[in-house]
Each structure stands twice: as structure tokens, then as C-alpha cells.
């Protein structure tokens, strides 16, 4: 199951917000909830499909705007429309350092981290070019535990993910490549070029499936 799957089980259109995904659980739970429909397996299996939804979509459907404002993040992504999505053609995002519109700790890093962030960045373009990717996470999943709140660093772990994901459903791994494709949304929810590469690749994981 993908993302718009997950979205679709809470009647909701791909990259409808976190006050939307809960607003439709809470008014589907009490619709399909087992107490209320004693011996029904169709409600309860529906409401077993609507909390597995809920659980994925809680922690990476973008916030509201009015949130958005607040936590000064980025404009959630939207839903790119299926006449459109099928004739652009899949484009790796790249890695790459950011304005400084982009949040960061940078200035709370220290001269030993700002030069360790540096070196793993130019390595991670590298390693991301010649599609060692095992390396590549493995690089910047441990630069993301030496600086947890960078989240410049956590665009580039979320960018690792996917492009490791992409690969593995060339390879036709297509669990492990579910896997990293949710990894990398999980990561870095606001990215809307990220989302639109995800999404791309969840439909090609539809037509191996």
C-alpha cells in the first residue's frame, strides 16, 4: 500500500493535511469501530485498514498552513495531478546545499562539526553519483545522529532514501524499496520536490506489483 492508498482508505485526496487526517480517523473510527458494530468482520476490518492508514499518515502528512506559518517550514506539497504526473518524467532530487531561507543549526555548530558536515556532504554527492548507496545512508544517517537538528542534513538523509529506494525498485526489491520510499517521506514530510519524486515512484511500484 502507498501513500495515496493510505490517504484514499481515510477518504482523503493525496497530501491532505495532518488536521484532515485526523478529522476523517475520528469520524471513520466512530463509524466502523468494533463496539459499535458487534460481529460485523467487514467493519472491523475496515477499521483495522483505517487505523493502519492513520498511523502511517499522522506523522508525515504535512501540518496547515497557519502551522506551517508558525514553525516557519516549508509549503506542504500537493498532489501532482495523474495527466500531468504521467507525462514528466522522473528526475533524481538532487542533493544540495540550501539558501538560507532553509533552517539549520549552523551557527550553533561548532568548527569541528561545520567541517564534518562539509567532508560528508561533498562524499555523500559522490557516493550518491556512483549509486553506492548502502554507503551513502550509512554516511549520513550517522552525520544525522552527530547533528540531530540540522535540518539541512535531514533533506539529505531523506534524499539518500529515496534515490536508495528508486534503485532497489530497478533491482524489482520492491518491499525493501517500499521501505526507504516511507523512509525518506518520514524524514522530510515538507519536501514537495521529494514528495513528487516518491510519488512517481510508488506508481512504478504499481506497475511492477
Known amino acids: ?43 472491523k476490518n475496515k477499521f483495522i485498514a483505517i487505523t493502519e492508514a492513520y498511523k502511517f499518515l499522522v506523522n508525515i502528512a504535512p501540518p496547515d498552513v497557519a502551522e506551517s506559518k508558525v514553525g516557519n517550514s516549508t509549503v506542504p506539497p500537493t498532489s501532482t495531478p495523474p495527466d500531468r504526473a504521467v507525462k514528466a518524467q522522473p ?34 554527492q559522490q557516493l550518491l553519483k556512483y549509486q553506492r548507496f548502502p554507503r551513502a545512508i550509512a554516511l ?26 528508486r534503485h532497489l525498485i530497478g533491482e524489482r526489491q520492491v518491499d525493501k524499496a517500499r521501505i526507504y520510499l516511507k523512509k525518506a517521506v518520514k524524514t522530510d514530510p515538507h519536501n514537495r520536490a521529494l514528495w513528487a519524486e516518491v510519488e512517481r515512484d510508488f506508481r512504478r511500484l504499481e506497475q511492477i506489483y
Open 1 to 43: 500500500m502507498d501513500i495515496a492508498d493510505y490517504y484514499r482508505q481515510l477518504g482523503l485526496r493525496s497530501g491532505a493535511s495532518l488536521s484532515q487526517v485526523k478529522a476523517s480517523y475520528r469520524q471513520l473510527a466512530r463509524q466502523y469501530h468494533p463496539d459499535v458494530n458487534p460481529g460485523n468482520e467487514q467493519a
Open 140 to 165: 549520513i544517517e550517522g552525520l544525522a545522529q552527530r547533528i540531530p537538528e540540522d535540518l539541512e542534513v535531514r533533506q539529505w538523509q531523506a534524499i539518500a532514501y529515496q534515490r536508495w529506494g
Open 91 to 124: 528526475q533524481a532530487v538532487k542533493v544540495s546545499r540550501k539558501e538560507p531561507s532553509v533552517q539549520s543549526n549552523a551557527d550553533l555548530l561548532s568548527e569541528a562539526e561545520q567541517k564534518l558536515k562539509q567532508d560528508a556532504y561533498i562524499e555523500l
